[in-house]
């Protein structure tokens, strides 16, 4: 059996070409890309949690069940 082979998101310099489009104009939203820079809190957040990175997040969201709650009351 022969496998298929996938391509991963837009082709943005083919559109550019295709269009007459600026790469600053094309904002291609085919795949997870930030065209911004992050939040300085979000980075400093993942700075500061970097150690626990590996870990994967409870399935269940316990944690975060408890806080959603705690802020709702």
């Not at 992050?38 to 870990?55: A, F, R, T």
């Amino acid at each position: 059996m022969k496998r298929k082979s996938y391509s991963h998101g837009g082709n943005w310099r083919e559109a550019v070409k295709k269009y007459g489009l600026s790469p600053n104009n094309i904002l291609d939203f085919s795949a997870n890309i930030n065209p911004w820079t992050s939040s300085p809190g979000v980075e400093e957040i993942v700075k500061d949690n970097l150690k626990d990175i590996y870990h994967y997040p409870d399935p269940q969201c316990i944690q975060l069940i408890k806080q959603i709650s705690q802020y709702l009351g």
